[in-house]
């Protein structure tokens, strides 16, 4: 049975930071490119970041890159996202998701159907 567990997030100041993992297991977890996305309340499911399955490509959606880092620990079979300066529109409940052996152009990794199984969600709550 596959399962992707979200952690990390919390309740932090403007300005502060936050590092989310996704531990994976049952399922060969090198062999998955994985995701971040959020979803504010009332909002759909957004992309936020993404690292290849092969070489550690990552991409990132404008609204974060230079403040998210998304990196992985095959050994670990985790993936962590690093977020700093955190501002309160940053504010979601943060899922992680995993797409077996995708290497697809740039754009799909930023869609929602790529992706084969999805965590529960972690809660990141940012004040002003």
């Known amino acids: 049975q596959v399962q992707l567990v979200a952690s990390g997030g919390g309740l932090v100041q403007a300005g502060a930071s936050l590092r989310l993992s996704c531990a994976a297991s049952g399922l060969t977890f090198s062999r998955y490119s994985v995701a971040w996305f959020r979803q504010a309340p009332g909002k759909e499911r957004d992309f936020v970041a993404a690292i290849t399955w092969h070489d550690d490509t990552t991409y990132y959606a404008d609204s974060v890159k230079g403040r998210f880092t998304i990196s992985r620990d095959n050994a670990k079979n985790t993936v962590f996202l690093q977020m700093n300066s955190l501002k309160p529109e940053d504010m979601a409940v943060y899922y992680c998701?995993?797409?077996?052996?995708?290497?697809?152009?740039?754009?799909?990794?930023?869609?929602?159907?790529?992706?084969?199984?999805w965590g529960q969600g972690t809660q990141v709550t940012v004040s002003s």
């Open positions: 998701a995993a797409a077996l052996m995708y290497s697809g152009a740039s754009k799909y990794f930023r869609q929602r159907g790529t992706y084969d199984y």
